[in-house]
């Protein structure tokens, strides 16, 4: 392959160097900047994520609720600075490149905390693309739902299954599935990172009007509204709304649905990749988190915010689908619309490393074989021959297919949102970071510095497990009324 290829050339490349075409470590040159970079994580970070926020900062609080919210990105932003430091092993300038987090894993902790990475950060992506199927299809229900409401003139109830709805998404999927590199999405990033700002500015907006707005004043404004003040309390959903084991369980679960709506430690390094140098990958994507993070907290403080005012207690785990077909429904159409685009391009940035990591075990394994290796050159008008490699064909189309049938098993959105962050949370954006940087740095042992970082672990380790339980324990609950595939809304 061209990648094995660039590989052997680089064994005669001199890792301070490079050349106008290629690297210092024999690859084609990169050409990601700041922008690039802030590009795949917004489109990484602001996803189905920030459609719960609501619901989370209704089970916390108006006290709770945003100040975890800004703890969490103060987490991911400390992290991210760890994680981006260990791209390359040794110097910051000329150090060993780690191509993937596994990578880096690898060179900074070896042994079996590799395995351990690998296990949660593979199983978390395939989770990932699991959420994101269930979410694309509410909202392509919230689309068609909202259409045949308005036909029928609010008499039709307008139900439906979700299914051939998931099943499209997993259609579409299998086609950019067959994108071959990482490096290629930067065009699909950039459009889904422009969608979730579509849909989080009219979830913003619409919640603005719920609150502000008593009832339609003209042709102009948005919707039309049965309150006009700002509910929701303190301390969050009353007892008595719930139980008070819920509360506690919901409570849990709301900080697993906001760890998902800022996990993407565990594809940093591979942006970090696409970046070119000079200056060093290091610092480009220290500047990029810094303005990636500092975009979704003030997104996510204003759509949680926003709508836990407009529902209060009744906040939806879905925003969009908490307007239900208030007028004007062209706007939650549009809404819905750029939240099936942006998981498009979202479930491409997550996947692509699966997808790079099978792909390379497949080819150590068997050098020699033509399925594996080969790829036949397609010409494309107007655009670069695409690169058909069998092997990548029918083991991308596989994967999608499956993710596409648990996702038809399990439709849980909140549940299932609240149960990702919680698993990928600790090991992935805080333990596996902290301890390479540790190590990378040569920290020692019982240092100010080093019990400073383990004291930061294991908090967030509790944070993790209450999360993980919260949302479980929602799962549970969901399962005793429910029948597979049968899912309807």
């Given amino acids: 392959m061209v990648q094995n290829q660039q590989e052997a050339f680089a064994v005669d490349m001199p890792q301070s160097g490079g050349s106008k075409c290629f690297d210092d470590d024999g690859r084609i040159k990169r050409t990601g900047s700041v922008w690039t970079a802030s590009a795949h994580i917004i489109t990484a970070v602001i996803g189905s994520g920030v459609l719960s926020l609501a619901w989370a900062t209704a089970q916390l609080g108006w006290l709770a609720g945003p100040v975890v919210m800004l703890l969490f990105s103060i987490v991911t932003y400390f992290t991210s600075t760890l994680l981006a430091a260990c791209y390359r092993s040794g110097d910051p300038i000329s150090g060993k490149r780690n191509y993937t987090y596994m990578d880096a894993v690898r060179s900074n902790l070896g042994g079996v905390k590799v395995k351990l990475c690998g296990i949660v950060q593979y199983l978390n992506l395939f989770g990932v693309a699991i959420g994101y199927t269930i979410a694309s299809a509410i909202s392509m229900m919230a689309i068609r739902r909202s259409n045949c409401f308005h036909k029928s003139g609010g008499k039709d109830p307008c139900h439906m299954n979700s299914n ?13 599935s067959q994108i071959p590199d990482f490096d290629q999405l930067w065009w699909l990033s950039i459009l889904a990172a422009v969608m ?35 509910k ?51 610092k480009t994507m220290k500047k990029a988190t810094l303005v990636s993070v500092g975009v979704t907290t003030m997104f996510y403080m204003l759509c949680g915010c926003m709508g836990y005012a407009a529902f209060g207690d009744m906040s939806p ?60 050159k397609i010409p494309v008008p107007g655009f670069k021959p695409f690169r058909l490699n069998f092997f990548r064909l029918i083991w991308r189309t596989v994967f ?19 149960l990702l962050g919680a698993l990928g949370f600790w090991p992935l954006t805080v333990y596996f ?53 049968q899912s309807n809304y």
């Avoid at 297919?401 to 959105?413: A, E, G, N, R």
């Fill in 164 to 176: 051939p709805y998931m099943i499209a998404f997993g259609l579409v999927q299998i086609i950019f």
């Fill in 196 to 230: 979730s700002f579509t849909y989080s500015s009219a979830g913003l907006a619409l919640g603005i009007a719920q609150v502000l707005l008593r009832r339609k004043l003209s042709l102009f404004v948005w919707v039309s509204l049965a309150n006009g003040k700002v």
């Fill in 232 to 282: 929701g309390s303190l301390t969050g959903i009353s007892i008595g709304a719930v139980t008070e084991t819920q509360k506690i369980w919901r409570s849990f679960q709301a900080l697993g649905d906001i760890a998902f709506a800022y996990s993407y430690s565990i594809i940093l390094i591979e942006i970090q990749d696409t970046v070119k140098s000079p200056p060093s990958e290091e």
């Fill in 317 to 376: 785990g879905n925003l969009l689908t908490g307007f239900g077909f208030y007028n004007p429904y062209w706007l939650l159409d549009i809404a819905n619309a750029a939240i099936v685009v942006h998981l498009v391009g979202a479930y491409q940035v997550y996947c692509q490393p699966l997808f790079a990591f099978i792909e390379r075990q497949a080819s150590t394994r068997f050098p020699d074989s033509d399925f594996i290796a080969k790829e036949i």
């Fill in 400 to 418: 999608v297919i499956i993710t596409t049938l648990i996702s038809m098993l399990l439709p849980f959105f909140n549940d299932v949102v609240g």
């Fill in 433 to 485: 970071p902290v301890e390479m940087y540790i190590e990378q740095k040569k920290i020692p042992r019982w240092s100010t510095q080093w019990v400073c970082l383990q004291v930061f672990s294991s908090a967030c380790l509790v944070v993790s497990i209450a999360a993980a339980a919260g949302s479980i324990a929602g799962v549970v609950l969901d399962l005793k009324s429910y029948k597979p595939f």
